[in-house]
């Protein structure tokens, strides 16, 4: 039988970076030999599109690709997670379980991934108050704002869908206003929005290289995961 053709949806550049490609936003690109890429930037919005563009290209199983913000106090930033079930705003969704199976058989002697739950709603969730409450609320161990979408559009089109996230701010970072207001229109961080924000609040610059420092290791993590499952991600 021949393998299905991959569609993976990143939000942010630097996640896709991880995957080793060169990033080419708001477009379908083939990677490799049956592997597409949407790199979309962050949001429901953007996701659902990009969902529905690699499936309309021939993409017949789909991966949500990216970091996530911890919620529980136990997941460190690098933490890798392979969800089995997605909360989003309308459902709660599973994630295909041979697929999310053999690669976490395959990567177990290098990657330990947990398996918990993951919250995905439309908005950016910063701080700690926050992260509690919605996990206390869902039973999630986790969130984003693009798995829901993704797991939605994966459904409706009838393909099988894993998610692979990995921590970058743990429950004890609080986002810096700066980074939520550097977002620009297509959804991705301006570097100079940032470093005007941030001249506008001086208290965040530190705030805002410790994030840094988290979102670094935790795509660390992902290109660790890309290398040792290759560009198809164990896909059938």
């Known amino acids: 039988m021949e393998p299905v053709t991959v569609g993976i949806v ?3 550049p630097s996640e896709a970076r991880a995957l080793g490609v060169t990033v080419l936003p708001n477009q379908v690109q083939e990677i490799d030999d049956g592997v597409m890429l949407y790199i979309c930037g962050v949001g429901p919005d953007n996701a659902a599109r990009a ?3 690699l499936i ?3 993409a017949a199983s789909i991966v949500s690709w990216g970091t996530a913000g911890g919620m529980v106090a136990n997941l ?3 933490t890798p997670l392979l969800s089995g079930t997605i909360i989003g705003t309308d459902a709660a969704y599973e994630t295909d379980n041979t697929w999310t199976t053999r690669l976490r058989e395959r990567l177990a002697s290098s990657v330990s991934f947990d398996d918990a739950a993951i919250y995905s709603g439309g908005n950016l969730v910063a701080g700690e108050t ?3 409450e919605l996990a206390a609320a869902t039973g999630a161990i986790a969130v ?3 798995s829901g979408v993704i797991a939605q559009a994966a459904t409706a089109a009838g393909v099988p869908f894993i998610c692979i996230r990995v921590i970058a701010d743990p429950l004890s970072c609080t986002l810096p206003s700066s980074l939520g207001k550097a977002i620009d229109e297509e959804g991705f961080v301006s570097i100079a929005g940032a470093l005007k ?3 506008r609040r001086p ?3 530190i705030p805002m290289m410790q994030v840094a420092l988290h979102f670094r290791r935790a795509t660390q993590i992902l290109a660790l995961i890309s290398r040792l499952a290759g560009p198809r991600l164990l896909a059938p």
Request: charged fraction near 40%.
């Open 56 to 58: 309309e290209a021939g």
């Open 10 to 12: 990143a939000a942010m």
């Open 144 to 146: 984003d704002m693009e």
């Open 197 to 199: 924000e941030m001249a």
């Open 130 to 132: 926050e992260k509690k």
């Open 76 to 78: 460190a930033s690098g």
């Open 51 to 53: 969902t529905r563009k």
């Open 203 to 205: 208290a965040e610059i």
